[in-house]
């Protein structure tokens, strides 16, 4: 099976700090992957600079084509759909206009009507809490909301920035169980960003190990998890 | 009982006229998060144009709406050239921009257009309805397009996806771009349909001030009363604010404070609001978890 | 995304956190906040003390008209300072300054022409009730933020000259037709004429001020105002009283701006409400934000450019001199955003690096 994302040499940062030294990862198609790393290593400005939201050099390259040139208007278009850290809703809109916005690049009716019903078949909450603003959410239902909000792009890939930030663990194990249906349902590829590496090894397929902007370690999860260092900075055991 | 009727009658005309550029300003408002004090001075800019063709010998309502394509083309390159350029910069900069262009619009319109009043005509007949002597077929006219105004953008803003995006960069530009929304666009949409909102305002206004230079000016401050009473995220809102802004002006001006002082109506009302009810009668207030 | 979380706790109006957008940009802050090397700090206190030193011996080299015009500069560049203070250095936009200046001129007015006091004494009791009538706006102040707080000054400054003119108050203010005031006559038999006498009356005064200003703003005050314009919350949990600073700072701005106005009456001789419309408030804005936000120096170059920058577009064009005066306006907001003080601090840098190195 071929890349469905590729990134070569990737360097980025903001003003003048440059956060990434040279990334080199792959992504397959239907696949999760998942990036862990320590506060500041550039796991979140990764995904910015995948989506062209800071300053980046390099080769990103998505189902064969270039995009590192394409502003976060256009990579969106081409179904990548990002869930930014701090969930990114829009907190005087109800949680209805959220997804309707998620959909805003779809000019299919049908399938965006479907796909509402799909994701409240996912966050059966959301669906309680539909003309509620979003700024009134729990954090948990928020993002979940961000969550959904993506999906309705119908996206090809999505970007998951630390989804189990600032939740309770219940919480955390509910929206790590739904990613999981959710990438059995729609085979839709994950690039999960998390600091909690024992969760995301368990939900990923392949992982890498970020460090001060370079990828240190990486492979299949299973070899990943068994690893030395990684099991005693990341995992604590 | 009669003098007071007028007077009512009265606000409830310069009510449509303060309710008019009042949604202009919530237009920008919605779309970009600023107030544009510039607003009254590029309605009364496009009501030259409007006055120019109908001299030329534009039919009226020919001339109208090529006034608000103009409008709207303006609206949309001063906000590329203008504004765009300052949108990193912090609000008070920009409050200061927005004052630099009201004074260069101002002088550049009595440059071109000079200084006389000019008259301006009114499309409605000058017959009064049913022989009332309250209320004038125009101040009637202005009333029922502000409410058509009102419908077209309380629809726009709610149910279409361009309006549903147009809020959307007001409230979180970044979050916009990631579903895909082209922000400066909106935000240059969001200008252009100020100024063609505004660019009616002031054909209305017109006909009962006269169009000189000097024109939007104070119907500036009523109407920022008015937004600010309605609730400036709220197109009807801010409608309904301007036309009891326009009622209190008259009755208050005739009955309590004289007058010589109907400023400062706007003043109480605009200090008053904003301490009891920030978001306006009508506004929403928004909570936000921290 | 943080500062979304971090402003949330503060109301937000009508879907929009105004206070997530800085007010005023802290890049100026932050340049101050450079330790100059000594030798430059040393140099600069001789700078500044050989401008002062000019500044005394330039009545006596200029002409009268233009005595009159710097002293002019010198009275709108106390009311700048005092604008500051609010605007730039506790974030809160004031649109209505025009208002107070005009607020101390009248007291300063009624107090020479209806009492007969002398103009001396007449500058501080302007001050004091424009000090008082500002803390109490700045009450209600405490709610608004940004565009709104603009607003509700702006609306004062439009009501200002209509409650001048009004009949009731007309015994003291004259109405329409305003107060005329004599010229002060030199004290003391000095050999200078009057222009030069109020040209050093003005400047006495411009300097006192000033030396308070720098001590307020560089002192923990300063520090606690610019905290509070910058991150409201962490403020307050570090213990700053905002309520208490805020509207504190509201009464020291209008102090300043009403001995400004106080000044100017006695300078022009003459109050009348038209004087002091909406246009003045505007003027001393571009004035502050022409010399740049957050600068004490600023002050002098602000004024410079509000009692010039007229003149010279009318000499430019006569037929659009405001459509100039904007355009500058915009440009200056453009290509000198911290001002003409940040662009001199920066041009100052560049050469002592040059130096230093």
């Known amino acids: 099976m071929g890349a469905l994302l590729s990134v070569k040499n990737l360097t980025a940062g903001y003003g003048e700090t440059v956060v990434l030294h040279g990334l080199n990862f792959e992504l397959r198609e239907g696949g999760i992957t998942a990036i862990l790393g320590a506060n500041g290593a550039g796991k979140t400005t990764t995904l910015r600079a995948l989506c062209g939201l800071c300053r980046r050099r390099g080769e990103i390259e998505f189902d064969g084509k270039r995009i590192d040139n394409l502003v976060a208007e256009d990579v969106v278009r081409l179904g990548v759909a990002h869930v930014p850290d701090g969930r990114g809703t829009f907190a005087a809109m109800t949680a209805e206009e959220n997804l309707r916005l998620g959909a805003y690049l779809r000019r299919d009716r049908d399938g965006v009507a479907q796909d509402f019903e799909n994701v409240y078949t996912l966050f059966p909450r959301l669906k309680e809490r539909r003309s509620q603003q979003a700024g009134t959410l729990s954090g948990g239902e928020q993002q979940m909301l961000a969550i959904a909000r993506a999906l309705m792009l119908r996206p090809r890939l999505l970007l998951l920035d630390e989804p189990s930030f600032g939740l309770a663990p219940l919480i955390v194990q509910e929206i790590y169980r739904t990613l999981r249906t959710i990438n059995q349902q729609t085979n839709v590829s994950m690039l999960l960003v998390e600091q909690n590496a024992t969760l995301a090894l368990d939900l990923a397929d392949h992982a890498y190990l970020v460090e001060t902007g370079r990828v240190v370690i990486s492979g299949e999860s299973e070899t990943v998890k068994a690893d030395e260092t990684i099991r005693r900075s990341y995992l604590g055991y | 009982?009669?003098?007071?009727?007028?007077?009512?009658?009265?606000?409830?005309?310069?009510?449509?006229?303060?309710?008019?550029?009042?949604?202009?300003?919530?237009?920008?408002?919605?779309?970009?998060?600023?107030?544009?004090?510039?607003?009254?001075?590029?309605?009364?800019?496009?009501?030259?144009?409007?006055?120019?063709?109908?001299?030329?010998?534009?039919?009226?309502?020919?001339?109208?709406?090529?006034?608000?394509?103009?409008?709207?083309?303006?609206?949309?390159?001063?906000?590329?050239?203008?504004?765009?350029?300052?949108?990193?910069?912090?609000?008070?900069?920009?409050?200061?921009?927005?004052?630099?262009?009201?004074?260069?619009?101002?002088?550049?319109?009595?440059?071109?257009?000079?200084?006389?009043?000019?008259?301006?005509?009114?499309?409605?007949?000058?017959?009064?309805?049913?022989?009332?002597?309250?209320?004038?077929?125009?101040?009637?006219?202005?009333?029922?397009?502000?409410?058509?105004?009102?419908?077209?953008?309380?629809?726009?803003?709610?149910?279409?996806?361009?309006?549903?995006?147009?809020?959307?960069?007001?409230?979180?530009?970044?979050?916009?771009?990631?579903?895909?929304?082209?922000?400066?666009?909106?935000?240059?949409?969001?200008?252009?349909?100020?100024?063609?909102?505004?660019?009616?305002?002031?054909?209305?206004?017109?006909?009962?001030?006269?169009?000189?230079?000097?024109?939007?000016?104070?119907?500036?401050?009523?109407?920022?009363?008015?937004?600010?009473?309605?609730?400036?995220?709220?197109?009807w809102g801010a409608a309904v604010g301007g036309f009891i802004i326009g009622i209190m002006e008259n009755v208050l001006g005739a009955y309590v404070i004289g007058t010589q002082l109907k400023f400062s109506v706007a003043l109480i009302v605009i200090v008053v609001v904003l301490l009891l009810r920030p978001a306006g009668l009508f506004g929403r207030t928004v909570v936000t978890r921290v | 995304m943080a500062e979304q979380v971090k402003t949330s706790t503060t109301s937000t109006v009508a879907g929009q956190p105004l206070s997530s957008v800085p007010l005023v940009k802290s890049a100026t802050a932050q340049i101050q906040a450079v330790p100059l090397p000594r030798r430059l700090a040393g140099g600069r206190a001789w700078g500044i003390g050989a401008i002062v030193v000019i500044g005394a011996l330039l009545p006596f080299a200029l002409q009268n008209f233009y005595i009159f015009q710097l002293t002019l500069a010198m009275v709108y560049a106390i009311a700048l300072i005092g604008l500051n203070m609010l605007v730039g250095y506790n974030g809160q936009v004031s649109l209505g300054h025009g208002a107070l200046y005009a607020i101390g001129a009248y007291i300063a007015a009624i107090l020479m022409n209806s009492y007969d006091w002398p103009y001396w004494l007449s500058v501080l009791p302007a001050g004091v009730v424009c000090l008082v009538f500002g803390y109490f706006f700045g009450l209600p102040a405490l709610r608004l933020s940004g565009h709104y707080l603009a607003l509700a000054s702006l609306a004062l400054a439009v009501t200002t000259p209509q409650v001048l003119k009004h009949k009731a108050l007309e015994q003291w203010t004259g109405g329409f037709s305003g107060i005329v005031l004599s010229k002060p006559e030199v004290p003391f038999g000095l050999p200078i004429n009057q222009d030069q006498w109020i040209y050093f009356f003005v400047y006495a005064i411009m300097l006192v001020l000033f030396l308070g200003a720098y001590n307020l703003l560089r002192g923990r005050i300063g520090r606690a105002m610019i905290a509070i314009r910058d991150q409201p919350i962490a403020a307050e949990a570090m213990g700053i009283n905002s309520a208490i600073i805020k509207t504190s700072t509201f009464g020291v701005s209008a102090f300043y701006t009403g001995v400004a106005g106080a000044l100017s009456a006695i300078v022009v001789q003459f109050v009348s409400p038209d004087s002091y419309d909406f246009f003045l408030s505007i003027t001393l804005l571009v004035g502050i934000a022409v010399g740049g936000f957050a600068t004490i120096s600023g002050a002098i170059y602000g004024a410079l450019f509000i009692l010039l920058v007229p003149n010279f577009a009318g000499e430019l064009s006569k037929s659009a001199p405001w459509a100039i005066y904007g355009v500058l306006l915009i440009l200056v907001m453009y290509f000198l955003p911290t001002g003409f003080a940040g662009f001199v601090r920066m041009i100052g840098q560049r050469l002592s690096a040059m130096f230093t190195r």
């Open chain 2, 1 to 235: 009982m009669d003098a007071l009727l007028h007077q009512i009658f009265s606000g409830i005309a310069s009510g449509g006229i303060y309710a008019g550029l009042a949604l202009a300003l919530v237009m920008i408002y919605q779309s970009t998060g600023h107030i544009n004090f510039a607003q009254g001075e590029m309605a009364m800019f496009s009501t030259y144009i409007a006055w120019e063709l109908i001299d030329y010998g534009t039919p009226y309502w020919g001339a109208f709406f090529l006034t608000i394509v103009f409008a709207f083309a303006a609206g949309v390159a001063i906000e590329r050239l203008v504004i765009r350029p300052f949108h990193n910069l912090p609000v008070i900069a920009l409050i200061i921009v927005f004052i630099g262009l009201l004074v260069v619009v101002n002088s550049t319109a009595s440059w071109i257009f000079g200084t006389t009043l000019k008259t301006f005509p009114s499309p409605f007949p000058s017959e009064p309805l049913w022989n009332n002597h309250y209320i004038s077929n125009h101040e009637l006219g202005s009333i029922g397009v502000v409410l058509i105004i009102v419908a077209i953008l309380f629809v726009f803003f709610r149910y279409t996806t361009l309006g549903l995006a147009m809020r959307a960069v007001a409230e979180n530009p970044i979050s916009s771009r990631l579903v895909g929304i082209r922000v400066s666009w909106m935000l240059a949409l969001g200008w252009g349909l100020a100024a063609a909102i505004g660019a009616v305002s002031g054909m209305l206004v017109a006909p009962i001030l006269y169009l000189d230079s000097s024109m939007m000016g104070g119907v500036l401050i009523y109407s920022l009363a008015g937004a600010i009473l309605g609730g400036l995220d709220n197109p």
